[in-house]
């Protein structure tokens, strides 16, 4: 199931971003009507459509294809559309020959439009080897500011001794919530450690721990002791809000507003940006009275 809701979240993305590039009018109206059925039938809410009309959508996409062999937006989705009906099969035969299907409509996406990032992000979960690292040179190129590209730039670099870069690199390319950035950096810290770079990996260990207290600090805030959970998230700035990411400074005002604590809450904005939340900070004041 966990499968299947990947597969209908990564397609998704996918419908919001090519269903408005139909190809300005240059695409055969036929194909160009039966890539939106299908794109319906593989794509929104995948996960709870039957396997029967999976198989459906894919027989249009392959329709489309015969129509129209270089569109590069059905190939990929086509590509897409093999790949998450391994999600319903349960013979491992079966998901090999799906598998191999993918791999192949996108090595295809690619000879179509050798210079567009999407088909290579798909292609690379699904080769090893050689093959792998030749993709990611290639996107390193095309698509430099993917976080999943700077992720594995900055291990490559730190690989190569250019620790400090890569480092910076690694740094830059975790995003998401609070846990899955001090999961990043727990990663970071022990690929570090193994290489001998105690120092480094000492320094985001450090760091990682004031996250944890973070979190700590906002779980008591949000389900426990508001005082203690206050005095956590400070301990894990060392006291100075302004190290506090704008966004995580935002989760704790929000939490501390519907805890009723105003003084804290202004403090925390003045401490972002004064002149940025002068009239929020006004607004907390006057409750605080």
């Known amino acids: 199931m966990k499968k299947i809701l990947l597969v209908s979240f990564l397609w998704i993305v996918f419908l919001l971003v090519h269903v408005n590039l139909l190809l300005a009018g240059k695409v055969n109206q036929q194909a160009e ?4 059925e299908a794109i319906g039938q593989t794509a929104l809410d995948s996960y ?15 329709e489309v294809i015969r129509l129209e062999p270089n569109w590069y937006e059905a190939n990929l989705a086509l590509a897409k559309a093999y790949f998450g009906y ?22 295809k996406s690619i000879d179509i439009a050798p210079n567009r990032p999407e088909a290579y992000h798909y292609l690379i979960g699904l080769v090893t080897g050689e093959q792998r690292e030749k993709l990611k040179r290639k996107l390193y190129e095309i698509d430099p500011d ?21 480092i910076s ?7 998401g919530d609070t846990e899955q950035i001090l999961t990043g950096k727990r990663k970071l ?7 001998g770079y105690h120092k480094e990996a000492a320094e985001i260990i450090s ?19 508001v005082d203690k959970g206050i005095k956590l998230v400070k301990e894990s ?5 302004t190290k506090l990411p704008e966004w995580q400074s935002k989760i704790v005002v929000d939490e501390m507003e519907r805890k009723k604590r105003y003084k804290e809450a202004a403090d925390i904005y003045e401490a972002i940006d004064r002149g940025k939340y002068k009239t929020k900070i006004e607004e907390l004041r006057k409750k605080r009275q």
């Open 189 to 195: 810290a022990q690929t570090l450690e193994e290489k």
């Open 48 to 62: 709870k459509a039957s396997k029967e009309t999976h198989e459906a959508g894919i027989k249009k996409l392959e």
């Open 237 to 241: 700035v060392d006291g100075d809000f």
């Open 33 to 36: 009507a039966l890539y939106k």
């Open 146 to 166: 993917s976080p999943d590209v700077m992720l594995w730039k900055g291990y490559d670099l730190i690989s190569s001794g250019k620790v400090k870069d890569g």
């Open 169 to 175: 690199l690694v740094r830059k390319s975790l995003q």
């Open 207 to 225: 760091e990682v721990k004031k996250g944890e207290k973070f979190t700590e600090g906002l779980n008591e805030i949000r389900f426990g002791d």
């Open 86 to 107: 391994t999600g319903y099969l349960r013979n491992d035969a079966d998901v090999k020959l799906y598998t191999d299907k993918a791999r192949n409509q996108h090595e």
